[in-house]
């Protein structure tokens, strides 16, 4: 494999967008290796793994602009509009430090790579991480999860809700 490896992870997303392309985004990674006290760093980084050839592939570290909250546990999707022709790598949720769980939703245009996070109507699915996301037709439909309980101590529960976003209408539905 060419190019720089990324570091290594978990939590992170690792999505197909056509054969040729693999994206990975976000994740944890251990950022030393002191058994007494472990120290962990969220990741937003977005890479690419081009298959250029039968087992040639390299890596392509992507910059952008603006780009989602580094995150771990989130869901990651592909979406072809074939009436727009536009494709998109979708994120949702996940979790991190600073914003614990998150509800948030983001589009990568993956030929022009940059990132979108605009309004959706319809009420969102609670925020959630290790939950699943799929795309049916012009439906992404996420379900389970961890979410948080409704006491106030901070604790969570899973879920078994599903709710789906219609990429054609922008608006969720539960």
């Known amino acids: 494999v060419m190019g720089q490896t990324p570091a290594a992870r978990l939590g992170h997303s690792f999505t197909l967008i056509d054969d ?3 994206y ?3 994740g944890l990674t251990k950022i030393n290796n002191y058994p007494q006290k472990e120290c962990y ?6 890479h690419i793994l081009h298959n250029h050839s039968k087992n040639k592939y390299a890596w ?6 603006i780009q989602p909250a580094a995150r771990e546990s989130h869901s990651a999707v592909f979406h072809h509009n074939n009436n727009t022709n536009q494709k998109h790598l979708i994120i949702f949720g996940g979790m991190n430090t600073d914003f614990g769980r998150m509800g948030d939703l ?5 030929e ?3 990132w979108m996070n ?7 699915p609670s925020p959630r991480s290790l939950h699943t996301a799929n795309i049916i037709g012009s439906r992404m439909y996420v379900f389970g999860g961890i979410v948080n309980s409704d006491d106030d101590e901070g604790n969570f529960v899973t ?4 709710a789906y976003l219609d990429l054609i209408k922008n608006e969720w539905n539960t």
């Open 60 to 65: 392509e570290k992507i910059e952008t602009a």
């Open 24 to 26: 990975l985004f976000g």
């Open 20 to 22: 040729n392309r693999i």
């Open 112 to 114: 022009q790579l940059i």
């Open 106 to 110: 983001w589009f990568l245009d993956v």
């Open 159 to 162: 879920s078994n809700t599903l």
């Open 41 to 46: 760093r969220y990741m937003s980084d977005l």
């Open 118 to 124: 605009f309004e959706i109507n319809g009420i969102p």
